[in-house]
């Protein structure tokens, strides 16, 4: 049985290289579901029936775990398909997101207790960061702002052009207008750590960025400590499979942007009913 790493389209890739780093011995199985992205704009509705065709996917696929490595999808259908839906179709197996590892982390780093999201205009409008963290750790403040132009400016790979220094600098100051007192930021969208550096340069040198890769990868090694019943029932041959929804030859020559790391992804097509 391998782990299922799923997104709408490729940000999720870098929260697999993440994964590869900290846990490379397990067998990994990617599909982006590019066919249909962007999923930020979707109802919830949407979002959770496309989320839920993927998670099936992946279970065909002889996936034990699935980590939904989609800001949206973990937002929109992650608490749907956990709910109601895994007793159904596959009671023994798991599905996890990245926004409650990105959240139970940040007491590690805020001082202040006011706390930043950068995120897609999807994952803002569905407060998941604000309902999460005031669950949590209801003391902290949390200041959300919108960054659409941030994911096409990466898949276009145009992110270490001089065109980005003016959205990174826009969307910071329309942060800190809102709070100059932000000691901590997350990028919840796994396409902004490919603007850490441009992020880091424009923000004041207090303020510590949270790259959720960095976060999701330890939470997964720790639940599989916690878990053996699902552990020890993944293979470990170090194995890497990439599947799109869309044209493979695509998924192949954007992909080494996120992934950056040497792997050459050979991508399949998939088509979901």
Not at 177 to 206: F, S, V
Request: with cysteine; glycine share 6%.
């Amino acid at each position: 049985m391998k782990i299922g790493v799923f997104d709408s389209g490729f940000g999720g890739l870098t929260v697999l290289k993440e994964f590869l780093r900290y846990l490379p011995e397990y067998d990994y199985v990617y599909l982006g579901d590019n066919a249909r992205t962007p999923y930020g704009t979707r109802s919830f509705e949407t979002v959770y029936r496309y989320t839920l065709q993927c998670v099936k996917k992946l279970f065909e696929l002889d996936c034990q775990l699935v980590i939904l490595a989609c800001n949206t999808a973990s937002a929109k259908a992650l608490r749907s398909i956990q709910q109601n839906d895994l007793e159904k179709i596959a009671p023994h197996r798991r599905v996890l997101g990245v926004i409650r590892p990105s959240v139970e982390a940040l007491n590690k780093y805020t001082n202040s207790g006011n706390i930043g999201i950068f995120a897609t205009p999807g994952t803002v409008a569905s407060d998941s960061y604000v309902l999460e963290i005031a669950k949590l750790y209801p003391e902290i403040n949390v200041f959300q702002q919108a960054c659409p132009m941030w994911v096409p400016l990466v898949e276009n790979n145009e992110h270490c052009g001089e065109g980005a220094d003016y959205f990174v600098k826009l969307y910071i100051n329309q942060l800190l207008m809102q709070n100059n007192e932000i000691d901590t930021l997350i990028l919840g969208c796994t396409h902004y750590p490919l603007l850490i550096n441009k992020i880091k340069k424009y923000l004041p040198k207090n303020i510590k960025v949270l790259s959720q890769g960095e976060i999701v990868a330890p939470s997964l090694k720790d639940y599989l400590k916690r878990h053996p019943e699902i552990e020890t029932k993944l293979s470990k041959k170090s194995q890497r499979k990439f599947f799109t929804t869309d044209i493979p030859e695509l998924f192949n020559e954007k992909a080494q942007i996120f992934l950056n790391n040497g792997i050459i992804p050979i991508a399949k097509q998939l088509k979901l009913d």
